[in-house]
């Protein structure tokens, strides 16, 4: 066959695209019980079954139970493979695999057994116990310990036998992750949850942490944030976290908290390996859940609070009520919050029509312009000294005058 530069052409472009020769990928084949050609029943035991796993220290671990017939073993027992990605989803490497529970020297009688897979960083452990009863391994294979080098915390693993896809004794199970980030935990020792503090500058936040699998991690980042609007403080990080372990103690005031009220700590973890989480950081990790201090601090602006509704019901509301209706107070608890946050919004809004504090406001806002304006001179030159940032304004400007003027016409009749 005679290959014309065009032919090679295209073999080179279908082996660039093509997935890697490697490569494997796998259809799922999940059953509650595995059959095996060779299966004997032993108690109600029959083939592979019973599985189930969890995570320890993070690292997965697989278990479930198996017959065993002493005359032979499974042509195409149940093996593992370590995938650097879920190969049910996208074409995926093999890392390594192996059979999980082979038993050369088995000579029993007809029986089940425990059977479980633990992995690790450097590899994959192996067991296999008589029944439930007794937690020693069946002979001198168990327990078998297999190194894998390259693993990879973002892999993924799957259990599977080599009997072709759909045949009624085949298996290939869903791909779960190798590595799941275990709960790690901040605990607060001081001051307790709920203490009303009155000065900043002499109270420290002091406790300790426990942190599983530390290397995964880049910080410990804590910060307040308000009940009232939601507003969060300035953040403090502990970023040595070799250990896996340590104390703090945190001055208050490295926090800044800006006025009285309940302020809620957070502390959560900064991933170095984004492939771990849809997030960057992980959920609030503080021990007690919910703590909080109250600040009753001189000098601070008090956060606006809305607690006796009866009083207010009394003194607003019109009709001639003398009490709130029973409707009216067990919906107290939903509205009160909004309240709040209403009032402590505008709070906040009156500052700028204080004239001292909107002139220094407006000063330091109008600093920036100068400095903007000279890079946006530079944009300018770039284009042969076309006014393009000028010609956004303009745009800007038209965009919102027609903005207006049809928010007029379809609000207001006349106009229409």
């Given amino acids: 066959m005679k290959f014309t530069p065009k032919t090679i052409l295209i073999i080179l472009a279908m082996l660039f695209f093509a997935p890697n020769a490697f490569a494997l990928n796998c259809t799922i084949d999940e059953k509650p019980q595995v059959l095996f050609g060779d299966s004997s029943e032993a108690m109600g035991y029959l083939g592979f079954e019973n599985y189930n796993y969890e995570y320890i220290d993070g690292w997965l671990h697989i278990t ?6 002493p005359c032979c073993y499974a042509s195409y027992p149940v093996q593992w493979r370590i995938m650097d990605k ?6 995926s490497t093999a890392r390594s695999s192996e059979t999980a529970w082979y038993q050369s020297s088995y000579t029993g009688n007809t029986d089940w057994f425990t059977v479980e897979l633990q992995f690790s960083a450097t590899g994959v452990s192996s067991q296999m116990y008589y029944r439930t009863n007794s937690y020693s391994p069946i002979n001198s294979d168990f327990p078998k310990f297999t190194e894998v080098s390259g693993i990879e915390v973002t892999d ?9 896809p759909t045949n009624v004794y085949s298996m290939t199970f869903t791909p779960i992750r190798i590595f799941t980030p275990p709960n790690s935990s ?11 503090i009155t000065n900043i500058e002499t109270t420290n936040l002091t406790g300790n942490w426990s942190i599983l699998n530390p290397d995964m991690y880049h910080d410990i980042e804590f910060s307040f944030s308000s009940g009232a609007i939601g507003e969060s403080t300035e953040t403090f990080f502990i970023t040595n976290l070799n250990s896996g372990t340590g104390n703090f103690t945190i001055p208050l005031n490295e926090f800044s908290l800006p006025s009285n009220g309940t302020w809620y700590l957070k502390a959560t973890l900064t991933y170095k390996y984004t492939q771990l989480s849809d997030m960057l950081i992980t959920e609030n990790i503080v021990f007690p859940e919910g703590y909080n201090l109250k600040l009753d601090i001189s000098g601070l602006p008090t956060a606006y609070q809305f607690t006796d509704f009866p009083t207010w019901y009394e003194s607003n509301a019109a009709g001639g009520y003398e009490y709130p209706s029973d409707f009216a107070s067990s919906i107290t608890d939903f509205f009160i ?7 402590e919004f505008t709070n906040r809004t009156l500052q700028y029509f204080n004239s001292n504090e909107a002139y220094s406001k407006g000063n330091e806002l109008g600093s920036v312009f100068p400095t903007t304006q000279a890079y946006l001179d530079k944009i300018n030159i770039f284009f042969g000294g076309f006014p393009l940032i000028q010609f956004f304004e303009f745009l800007i400007i038209i965009m919102l005058s027609i903005f207006t003027i049809k928010t007029i016409f379809k609000f207001i009749p006349f106009f229409g």
Avoid at 86 to 91: R, V
Avoid at 337 to 343: Q, V
Wanted: charged share 10%; glycine share 8%; hydrophobic share 25%.
């Fill in 64 to 69: 479930g139970t198996i017959a065993q017939n």
């Fill in 86 to 91: 879920d190969c049910s989803l996208e074409y």
């Fill in 156 to 164: 993924y693993v799957y259990i599977y036998n080599n009997y072709p």
């Fill in 186 to 196: 901040v605990t607060i020792t001081s001051p307790p949850s709920g203490s009303t």
């Fill in 337 to 343: 919050p909004i309240f709040e946050r209403a009032g």
